[in-house]
C-alpha cells in the first residue's frame, strides 16, 4: 500500500520489540504470566529475519489464499534456516533459538507486537488522511480483538488512544 510514512525492517522490528516487551511486562503483573519480556524483545528483533533472503511480500498477496500462505511460510522458514546454517557452528543454536522457534509464548506475544505495530500503522496513516489502510485497520483490530492474551486487550483499552493523538495534545493530555 502507498505510505505518506516510510518504515525499514529495522524501524519495524525496534517497535515490535517495544510492544512485545510492554506486552510481556502487562501479562506478567497484571495477569499472572511468567513470560521473559527479555527474550521476546530479542526474538522481535529477529522476527523479519528471512526477508535477508525473501524480501516483504505484501499482506493481501502473502494472506491471498491458504495455499499461498503456507507456501510462504515454509519458504520463510527455509530462509531463515539457510540463514543459520551460514553461521558458525558455535553460534547456531543460540541464534536459531531467537530465529527459528516458533513455539514459545513468547514467540506469541511477538506475533501479537507484530500485529500491534501493524494497527498502529493504520492509526498513522489514517490520521494523515491515508485512505489506503482503511480495510487494513479493521482486519488488524479484528485479529487484535481475538488474540489470546488479555495484556492485548489491556494495551488497546489503556495505551492506543495515545496514538491518535498529535505530540502537542499528547503533551497537553499529561497537564
Known amino acids: 500500500m502507498r505510505s505518506y510514512f516510510n518504515e525499514n525492517v529495522a524501524e519495524h522490528s525496534h517497535n515490535v520489540a517495544i510492544l512485545a516487551h510492554a506486552l510481556c511486562i502487562i501479562q506478567n503483573k497484571l495477569f499472572e504470566g511468567k513470560l521473559d519480556a527479555d527474550r521476546a524483545a530479542v526474538i522481535a528483533l529477529y522476527h523479519e529475519t528471512s526477508e535477508v533472503l525473501t524480501g516483504d511480500l505484501p499482506t493481501p498477496i502473502k494472506y491471498f489464499n491458504n495455499s499461498i500462505t503456507n507456501a510462504y511460510k515454509e519458504l520463510e522458514y527455509e530462509a531463515e534456516k539457510k540463514i543459520i546454517r551460514q553461521l558458525p557452528n558455535e553460534l547456531k543454536d543460540e541464534f536459531a533459538n531467537f ?77
Not at 124 to 130: K, R
Open 99 to 175: 530465529i527459528v522457534d516458533k513455539t514459545s509464548d513468547e514467540y506469541k506475544i511477538v506475533k501479537c507486537a507484530d500485529k500491534l505495530a501493524a494497527y498502529i500503522k493504520c492509526i498513522e496513516e489514517i490520521e494523515a488522511s491515508n485512505p489506503e489502510y482503511s480495510a487494513a485497520i479493521v482486519s488488524q483490530e479484528q485479529w487484535l480483538n481475538n488474540c489470546e492474551f488479555p495484556c492485548v486487550k489491556y494495551f488497546l483499552d489503556n495505551f492506543i488512544k495515545a496514538f491518535y493523538l498529535s505530540l502537542d495534545k499528547l503533551q497537553s493530555e499529561d497537564q
